[in-house]
């Protein structure tokens, strides 16, 4: 099955600044797929790639089997897009926005309209200068729904809104997933980790991984040891474990690569009977704070 | 989904507070030119409310009127904004053709019609029927399409806000300047040349592309690159071309030597004959002037002189050269004389003034035939004059003849009278000069079917009042009703040089009076 979006080796400078390293991911049809990475990582970046609004410097970026330079028009009736920077029309009312958008849709739904207008409460009378900001993503991602497009990307779209906005957001997202894939940049992890099939962590233009999320939750692990006595750390600790210390008597780390006897095993062999070995899930944000914190000390 | 009629009805809903404000001033604009048509040339609107009526308020909408216009195709093209990667439509389904096709439609719905609307209004108000210039109507406006409309959209194009816009169009007129003083700094004078249409079609040219460009592929950057290295070019031409003023082979290649009879036969007259009032010098430039005998001209012709290259040497081998000097003498065959006169600095003069000097003049004239030559008495109250439009003859400030054409001026028309022929009363200063002076106004307007103008309505005023040096002083021939006029249609024959030299001249004796400075 064609894949919803492919990049391969994607680059993008701006001047001198390399935005994006060879960037080479792979979204299956039907996913919910994050891209997380902190500020500046170059999400947006890949995001107007992939969207037609800028223009890749090498590599590849195909959109429903489309090469993205070649995006425009009528191509656009099957994507949603929403952005949390980008410039509505001012001075329409949100009834304005969908009846003016509606005509270019050739699938809009008036029954999922008015259903989308209910769930997010949204004041069809009121122009969008004087919406909340929540209120005026809730109006976006409505317009960019109501036609049951078959890819909705989302860049930052939890930016700045209450717990409240987020939940309507995800659940009005949720709703949709059945039908189409979902391609969402933020740096919001935990409510990434709500409703992201699938995550990948960019930093500094460079993908550092991409996998589903069940996987990516299942090898990490915090493990805590604990000895009799305070025992020494080797020089050399195996490539899979991050942020090893020591306190006392009680060793932690974090495991990358999880597996419950080879992860036992692992342990014995480089320390020496430890009384007790424990081992803890990680949320995502855990996950992603080891990662952070292993690049910079590895830097 | 007819996306043109689409977006066409969502920036009428965007911009309708625009569209009435444009709308409002146009109809401002023709009621003051309707007003304008019967104010008198040359009165004066006394006290404050009379001066903001008539002067004031229509100077305002004639400014405002264009302003709106083109406030209104900036705010229409940047609804849809090319320029930067945030605005909201650029990830919908637009069709780039559809979409520049309904700001098409736009500017024309309401930047050209309601002119054109107006314009007709204005042909049937002043008497002439709209369907007989509908070729003109539609030349006006796409006159304004292709000399402003066009390269504003495409400066629209390649900014985001009225800022930006206003901005480009400041340096625009900055680098208009700053050329302009660069190539005056560089010559003096330069022979008309028949490049600008091809400059004007080049910018509207590079418009179209950029407008193209920007609404399928939104290159912004490679777009103003375009725009820039084209205002460049420009400028680098004009300053390069105005280097090259036209030197004396290149004059006689345009304005061949006759090898025949002359086109007029001048000679140089006494100095003491004609002692004109005295010719400012200005800064350290010292005025010469030569007076001329004219005779040789055929009854049915005229002569203008166009320019001419000026050459004095003295006995010790000093020499000057004046360079192209442009001028526009009319020479017509009752004229007995004529002035040439040119301008030398100080220094040279007093090089030059130490001895006799040779003058050697190569004079440059097209010449003119008087075709449809008819004598034209003029009636009482409004009456049409053959090849301008609707006059009537207005006695009390310029005694002449106000008309309205029907969307230009008569492409050359020569109103010829004498002085003894007016029928108007002397006014109560007046002596009244010697007869036998024939008194000339030129009418000249476009050969395209309108003139460039808001206005469909051309107010042309012929007046006949000229210097004569035969009397020393301004003769004005009044226009009154049974004042014969001559009219004709000149057209140009063809072009010819003529050298003259005039040997052991002294120059001092040709400085007209005692000098005065104007600084």
């Known amino acids: ?299 | 989904m007819n996306q043109v009629l689409h977006i066409f009805r969502k920036d009428v809903r965007h911009h309708w507070l625009e569209i009435a404000a444009s709308v409002a001033l146009l109809a401002a604009f023709a009621r003051f030119d309707i007003r304008s048509w019967s104010q008198p040339y040359g009165a004066m609107a006394t006290g404050i409310a009379a001066a903001l009526g008539t002067q004031l308020l229509p100077s305002l909408v004639d400014f405002l009127l264009p302003v709106s216009w083109i406030f209104l195709i900036v705010r229409v093209v940047q609804a849809e904004s090319l320029v930067g990667d945030r605005q909201f439509w650029v990830t919908r389904p637009y069709d780039w053709k559809q979409l520049l096709a309904a700001k098409g439609l736009f500017v024309l719905t309401f930047v050209n019609i309601p002119p054109f609307l107006a314009d007709a209004f204005l042909l049937a108000y002043a008497g002439f029927h709209p369907t007989h210039y509908i070729v003109g109507l539609l030349w006006l406006q796409l006159m304004w399409i292709f000399l402003l409309f066009v390269w504003l959209t495409a400066l629209a194009t390649v900014t985001n806000s009225i800022p930006q816009m206003l901005l480009a169009l400041l340096l625009i007129v900055l680098d208009v300047i700053g050329t302009s003083a660069l190539s005056s700094a560089i010559r003096k004078a330069e022979l008309s040349g028949g490049i600008d249409q091809w400059w004007g079609l080049a910018i509207v040219g590079v418009a179209v592309i950029v407008i193209l460009m920007q609404y399928s592929r939104r290159r912004t950057a490679l777009s103003r690159w375009i725009a820039v290295g084209l205002c460049a070019l420009l400028t680098l031409i004009s300053v390069a071309s105005s280097r090259a003023t036209p030197d004396r082979s290149s004059i006689v290649r345009q304005y061949p030597l006759s090898t025949g009879s002359q086109p007029v036969e001048l000679g140089l007259m006494p100095p003491a004959a004609h002692q004109d009032e005295s010719a400012p010098f200005y800064n350290d430039e010292v005025s010469i002037r030569l007076p001329m005998s004219v005779a040789g001209i055929p009854k049915d012709s005229f002569l203008n002189l166009d320019g001419m290259i000026v050459t004095l040497t003295n006995a010790r081998g000093f020499r000057w050269d004046s360079g192209w000097q442009t001028n526009s003498q009319w020479l017509f065959p009752e004229q007995k004389t004529t002035p040439l006169f040119f301008q030398i600095k100080q220094s040279v003069f007093d090089q030059l003034n130490s001895g006799p000097v040779t003058a050697r003049f190569l004079l440059a004239f097209t010449l003119y035939r008087n075709q449809n030559r008819h004598q034209f008495v003029v009636p009482s109250g409004k009456f049409s004059l053959p090849e301008v439009g609707t006059c009537t003859t207005e006695p009390r400030y310029s005694r002449g003849i106000r008309c309205l054409a029907p969307l230009r001026r008569p492409a050359f028309l020569l109103v010829t009278s004498e002085n003894s022929s007016s029928t108007c009363a002397p006014g109560d200063a007046e002596t009244s000069p010697p007869s036998g002076i024939f008194l000339h106004d030129f009418v000249r307007g476009a050969s395209e079917p309108a003139e460039m103008g808001i206005s469909s309505i051309r107010q042309v005023d012929i007046n006949l009042s000229e210097w004569e040096p035969s009397v020393g002083r301004v003769v004005a021939v009044g226009i009154c009703p049974g004042t014969s006029l001559i009219l004709s249609t000149p057209q140009v024959t063809g072009r010819r040089g003529m050298e003259l030299q005039f040997d052991n001249l002294s120059l001092a004796d040709y400085q007209p009076g005692p000098r005065k400075g104007v600084h």
């Open chain 1, 1 to 299: 099955m064609t894949s919803a979006i492919q990049t391969d080796h994607l680059v993008k400078k701006f001047r001198r600044v390399e935005a994006l390293q060879r960037l080479t991911l792979d979204v299956p049809p039907g996913a919910v797929y994050a891209l997380v990475g902190p500020n500046g990582a170059g999400k947006t970046t890949a995001i107007k790639i992939l969207m037609n609004i800028l223009r890749r410097t090498s590599g590849r970026a195909q959109v429903l089997g489309l090469d993205s330079s070649h995006i425009r028009g009528h191509h656009l009736e099957s994507i949603g897009y929403v952005s949390e920077n980008q410039e509505m029309p001012e001075w329409m009312t949100i009834g304005a926005l969908l009846a003016y958008l509606r005509p270019f849709y050739p699938t809009w739904d008036q029954a999922l309209e008015a259903a989308l207008v209910k769930q997010f409460d949204l004041p069809l009378d009121r122009k969008l200068r004087h919406l909340s900001r929540g209120m005026r993503m809730k109006a976006a991602l409505a317009s960019s729904l109501a036609y049951h497009p078959r890819l909705i990307v989302l860049d930052e779209p939890f930016t700045g809104l209450d717990p409240l906005v987020r939940d309507e957001l995800i659940q009005g997202l949720l709703d949709r997933a059945k039908e189409s894939t979902i391609f969402v940049s933020s740096h919001d992890l935990a409510e990434i980790e709500t409703f992201a099939s699938h995550v990948a962590y960019l930093e500094e233009g460079k993908l550092r991984f991409s996998e589903e999320l069940s996987s990516l939750v299942e090898r990490f692990r915090e493990v805590e040891l604990t000895f009799d006595t305070p025992p020494a750390l080797p020089p050399q600790s195996p490539e899979n474990w991050m942020q090893l210390s020591a306190a006392a008597a009680v060793v932690r780390f974090t495991e990358s690569r999880f597996d419950p006897e080879r992860t036992s095993a692992e342990i014995r062999r480089v320390f020496p009977e430890p009384r007790n070995i424990a081992f803890s899930p990680m949320s995502l944000r855990s996950i992603f704070l080891a990662m952070a914190k292993s690049g910079r000390n590895s830097a």
